[in-house]
Nanobody
Framework: QVQLVESGGGLVQAGGSLRLSCAASGRTFSSDNVGWFRQAPGKEREFVAHITWNGGATYYGDSVKGRFTISRDNAKNTVYLQMNSLRPEDTAVYYC????????????????WGQGTQVTVSS
Protein backbone atom coordinates (compact mmCIF):
# COMPACT_ATOMS: atom_id res chain seq x y z
CA GLN A 1 0.00 0.00 0.00
CA VAL A 2 1.52 3.31 -1.06
CA GLN A 3 1.96 5.99 1.61
CA LEU A 4 2.28 9.69 0.73
CA VAL A 5 4.03 12.25 2.95
CA GLU A 6 4.06 15.98 2.21
CA SER A 7 6.83 18.25 3.48
CA GLY A 8 8.35 21.68 2.87
CA GLY A 9 5.59 23.88 4.23
CA GLY A 10 6.21 26.77 6.58
CA LEU A 11 5.92 30.51 7.08
CA VAL A 12 7.01 32.82 4.27
CA GLN A 13 6.57 36.51 3.48
CA ALA A 14 4.49 37.63 0.52
CA GLY A 15 6.54 37.47 -2.67
CA GLY A 16 8.67 34.63 -1.37
CA SER A 17 8.99 31.02 -2.49
CA LEU A 18 8.59 27.52 -1.09
CA ARG A 19 9.08 24.06 -2.56
CA LEU A 20 6.75 21.32 -1.36
CA SER A 21 7.61 17.64 -1.66
CA CYS A 22 5.33 14.61 -1.90
CA ALA A 23 7.28 11.44 -1.17
CA ALA A 24 5.87 7.95 -1.73
CA SER A 25 6.83 4.76 0.06
CA GLY A 26 5.65 1.17 -0.26
CA ARG A 27 5.89 1.19 -4.04
CA THR A 28 6.93 3.44 -6.88
CA PHE A 29 4.38 5.90 -8.25
CA SER A 30 6.37 6.80 -11.34
CA SER A 31 3.49 5.60 -13.55
CA ASP A 32 0.73 7.29 -11.50
CA ASN A 33 -1.01 10.61 -12.04
CA VAL A 34 -0.48 12.92 -9.06
CA GLY A 35 -2.27 16.08 -8.00
CA TRP A 36 -1.84 18.88 -5.48
CA PHE A 37 -4.83 20.41 -3.67
CA ARG A 38 -5.14 22.96 -0.89
CA GLN A 39 -7.72 23.78 1.76
CA ALA A 40 -8.03 26.90 3.89
CA PRO A 41 -10.19 27.08 7.05
CA GLY A 42 -13.87 27.36 6.16
CA LYS A 43 -13.19 26.79 2.46
CA GLU A 44 -13.66 23.80 0.19
CA ARG A 45 -10.70 21.87 -1.12
CA GLU A 46 -9.22 23.63 -4.17
CA PHE A 47 -7.36 22.17 -7.14
CA VAL A 48 -3.78 23.44 -7.48
CA ALA A 49 -1.84 21.29 -9.97
CA HIS A 50 -1.71 17.87 -11.64
CA ILE A 51 0.93 15.87 -13.52
CA THR A 52 0.42 12.80 -15.71
CA TRP A 53 3.47 10.65 -15.14
CA ASN A 54 3.38 8.64 -18.37
CA GLY A 55 2.38 11.46 -20.71
CA GLY A 56 4.18 14.38 -19.10
CA ALA A 57 1.19 16.72 -19.27
CA THR A 58 0.61 19.26 -16.50
CA TYR A 59 -2.46 21.24 -15.42
CA TYR A 60 -2.85 24.19 -13.04
CA GLY A 61 -5.64 25.97 -11.27
CA ASP A 62 -6.33 29.47 -12.57
CA SER A 63 -5.23 31.13 -9.33
CA VAL A 64 -1.71 29.65 -9.48
CA LYS A 65 -0.91 29.65 -13.20
CA GLY A 66 2.40 31.34 -13.91
CA ARG A 67 3.49 31.12 -10.26
CA PHE A 68 3.51 27.40 -9.36
CA THR A 69 5.27 24.51 -11.13
CA ILE A 70 4.66 20.80 -10.60
CA SER A 71 7.48 18.36 -11.39
CA ARG A 72 8.67 14.84 -10.67
CA ASP A 73 11.84 12.96 -9.79
CA ASN A 74 11.35 9.26 -10.44
CA ALA A 75 14.72 8.31 -8.93
CA LYS A 76 13.58 9.81 -5.60
CA ASN A 77 9.95 8.65 -5.95
CA THR A 78 8.91 12.24 -5.28
CA VAL A 79 6.65 14.91 -6.78
CA TYR A 80 7.39 18.59 -6.15
CA LEU A 81 5.40 21.81 -6.14
CA GLN A 82 7.55 24.91 -6.62
CA MET A 83 5.62 27.95 -5.41
CA ASN A 84 6.86 31.42 -6.36
CA SER A 85 5.46 34.91 -5.85
CA LEU A 86 3.41 33.70 -2.91
CA ARG A 87 0.42 35.71 -1.74
CA PRO A 88 -1.48 35.71 1.59
CA GLU A 89 -4.43 34.05 -0.17
CA ASP A 90 -2.17 31.04 -0.86
CA THR A 91 -2.29 30.25 2.88
CA ALA A 92 -3.72 26.74 3.29
CA VAL A 93 -2.93 23.12 4.06
CA TYR A 94 -1.51 21.55 0.91
CA TYR A 95 -2.19 17.90 0.07
CA CYS A 96 -0.87 15.56 -2.61
CA UNK A 97 -2.86 12.62 -3.94
CA UNK A 98 -2.72 9.80 -6.47
CA UNK A 99 -5.44 9.46 -9.08
CA UNK A 100 -7.42 11.98 -11.09
CA UNK A 101 -7.57 9.93 -14.29
CA UNK A 102 -11.28 10.65 -14.64
CA UNK A 103 -10.84 14.34 -13.77
CA UNK A 104 -7.67 16.13 -12.72
CA UNK A 105 -9.51 18.88 -10.83
CA UNK A 106 -12.09 16.99 -8.73
CA UNK A 107 -10.84 15.76 -5.33
CA UNK A 108 -13.16 12.73 -5.19
CA UNK A 109 -11.48 11.21 -8.27
CA UNK A 110 -8.28 10.70 -6.23
CA UNK A 111 -8.01 7.62 -4.02
CA UNK A 112 -4.81 8.01 -2.01
CA TRP A 113 -4.00 11.16 0.01
CA GLY A 114 -1.21 12.39 2.24
CA GLN A 115 -1.76 14.18 5.57
CA GLY A 116 -0.92 17.66 4.29
CA THR A 117 1.61 20.38 5.04
CA GLN A 118 0.78 23.89 6.26
CA VAL A 119 1.76 26.90 4.15
CA THR A 120 1.33 30.35 5.70
CA VAL A 121 2.07 33.53 3.74
CA SER A 122 2.33 36.78 5.69
CA SER A 123 1.77 40.25 4.26
Amino acid sequence: QVQLVESGGGLVQAGGSLRLSCAASGRTFSSDNVGWFRQAPGKEREFVAHITWNGGATYYGDSVKGRFTISRDNAKNTVYLQMNSLRPEDTAVYYCAIGGIYSATIPTTYGNWGQGTQVTVSS
